[in-house]
């Protein structure tokens, strides 16, 4: 054999080794992916029913905000009509209530002015 023989033989098994290396390194990739399809899986099993679980409990707390917000404007018509209640029955009772109490004073006034 030659050296030129000797460098094909030599080029051949450097190749041949390279090849085996690299499909190792495809092997232990594709076991890589397959664990990680695998735990993606088992994740996606576990996950969609707590979100399922999520989307039920989210349109429970939507129907309850929507029966609050019933309440909060059945309060807010109350507020207002109890305002326009007191704003009449301000109306009505502090112009009497002040001509009283000016009566009384001049009264009490007058009384004392008699007395004296």
């Known amino acids: ?53 999520v989307t039920d409990t989210v349109a429970g707390v939507n129907v309850e905000l929507a029966r609050v917000d019933t309440i909060v404007a059945g309060v807010q018509s109350i507020t207002s009509t109890t305002d326009r209640i007191v704003g009449v029955v301000h109306a009505i009772l502090a112009n009497p209530l002040i001509k009283a109490a000016a009566v009384a004073a001049g009264t009490a006034k007058a009384a004392r002015a008699l007395r004296d």
């Open 1 to 53: 054999m030659t050296v030129r023989d000797w460098a094909i033989v030599a080029g051949a098994l450097f190749w041949g080794v390279l090849v085996v290396m690299l499909c190792l390194l495809v092997m232990r990739a594709m076991k890589l992916l397959d664990s990680v399809i695998g735990t993606v899986g088992r994740v996606t099993d576990e996950t969609v029913p707590i979100l399922r679980g």
